[in-house]
């Protein structure tokens, strides 16, 4: 890149004149071998890979990166055609958003796995610990509700908070299965066991729920202020998922532990 002086700078037949040096040592005017024109251009030229790039950035805001970028994809594929050697490629924060949600998911369907082994190996029958993992749709559920009500985003906090759900009503199963198992151990029938496990266990399960859900409120409804981008969602989701695994435990673990178990107490 070449710059002539501020007084020859400014006017273009100046610089059509300048003074270069041809091939046999003689000078020569630069508009001899070179077409002068006035026109706008970048400022910068950007390279990546040996070829030259433009970036076009955008915020993304009251909805979710990953829809944007698809409506975004859809409308360009339909309306825009690129010249030949053109290309697009898309990137930023969605883009590693995805890769943390498929990493996310993976291993949210690992953890279910190995706290079904866990589970297994403690009460060693797979009946009795698939019926304590029905806590977890009844925690899904909850969780699903509270982003349908409020974001309606299927963000990677909010996956966070669905794996911690995992944790606290799978614990909640195991109070009630174990505490079932120690009542048969002591000679109580069937029904009675549910009945009484049902009410020894009820205190200690409402008073989990409570103590998390007391201290994760504040965090939910503070979802506006700076900083809880990444609390709120996640507090939302543990919250739902809360309600109704704790409400839905009372009930449909004793009735599924009682029917899974009717046949065996009657013969």
């Known amino acids: 890149m070449l710059r002539l002086d501020d007084a020859n700078r400014g006017n273009i037949d100046k610089i059509k004149n300048a003074m270069i040096d041809g091939t046999n040592g003689q000078k020569i005017p630069l508009y ?3 077409d002068v024109v006035s026109t706008t251009g970048p400022n910068t030229i950007n390279r990546e890979n040996v070829q030259r790039k433009t970036v076009v950035s955008a915020n993304v805001s009251g909805r979710d990166q990953k829809s944007v970028v698809e409506e975004i994809q859809k409308i360009i594929n339909e309306k825009v055609k690129l010249p030949e050697d053109y290309h697009i490629e898309y990137g930023g924060q969605f883009e590693a958003e995805a890769e943390a949600s498929k990493t996310l998911i ?5 953890s279910i796995l190995i706290i079904f082994l866990i589970l297994f190996r403690e009460f060693k029958t797979v009946k009795l610990a698939a019926i ?8 899904l559920i909850g969780g699903v509700f509270s982003i349908y009500f409020t974001s309606g985003i299927l963000s990677i ?11 606290v009503a799978t614990r909640n199963g195991i109070l009630l299965i174990s505490h079932y ?5 002591e000679g109580y029938t069937l029904f009675d066991t ?12 409402l008073m989990t729920a409570l103590t998390a859900g007391l201290a994760l409120i504040p965090l939910a409804i503070a979802g ?7 609390q709120s969602p996640m507090a939302k989701v543990i919250l739902g998922g809360l309600l109704t695994s704790t409400i839905l435990n ?18």
Request: proline share 7%; net charge positive.
């Open 181 to 185: 198992n120690t009542l048969r151990e």
């Open 157 to 167: 906090p909010a996956i966070i908070g669905f794996i911690t759900l995992f944790g």
């Open 32 to 34: 001899y071998v070179a």
């Open 106 to 110: 993976a291993t949210s369907l690992l």
């Open 224 to 230: 506006d202020l700076p900083g809880n981008e990444i």
């Open 132 to 139: 304590i993992l029905i806590n977890l749709p009844l925690a």
């Open 194 to 205: 549910v009945i009484q496990g049902s009410k020894d266990r009820l205190s200690p399960i």
């Open 250 to 267: 009372i009930f449909i673990v004793p009735a599924v532990y009682y029917l899974s178990n009717k046949k065996e107490a009657t013969k």
